[in-house]
């Protein structure tokens, strides 16, 4: 079983940065895909970005440019730097961690973005 505990969230003023940060615990042989999807108020859950063990990476066209993923294999730990963000910024963000055959979540951090 595999555990995910994520950090960094908060209230930033909308041009401010966030990172986040989400780290994977328990007994498993290696970790593939992690990344972070996200669910704002009154919206579905959505991709933000992904990377592969050996660092792909994709994003969602409105965090491109902004947002950066990025993971230390060694520690089990997936980071989401958040650059000039925007009040449509605001969700609850969720790391996820596939270790075959189960996909893991973590618990959620609250981003919110001020005007």
């Known amino acids: 079983q595999v555990q995910l505990v994520e950090s960094g969230g908060g209230l930033v003023q909308a041009g401010g940065s966030l990172r986040l940060s989400c780290a994977a615990s328990?007994?498993?042989?290696?970790?593939?895909?992690m990344g972070w999807y996200r669910q704002g108020p009154g919206k579905q859950r959505e991709l933000v970005a992904t990377?592969?063990?050996?660092?792909?990476?994709n994003y969602a066209d409105s965090v491109k440019g902004r947002f950066t993923i990025s993971r230390d294999n060694a520690k089990n730990t997936v980071y989401l730097q958040m650059n000039s963000l925007k009040p449509e910024d605001t969700a609850v963000y969720y790391c996820?961690?596939?270790?075959?055959?189960?996909?893991?979540w973590g618990q959620g951090t609250q981003v919110t973005v001020s005007s």
């Open positions: 996820y961690a596939d270790v075959s055959p189960l996909t893991s």
């Open positions: 990377i592969t063990p050996g660092r792909r990476t």
């Open positions: 328990g007994s498993f042989f290696s970790i593939g895909v």
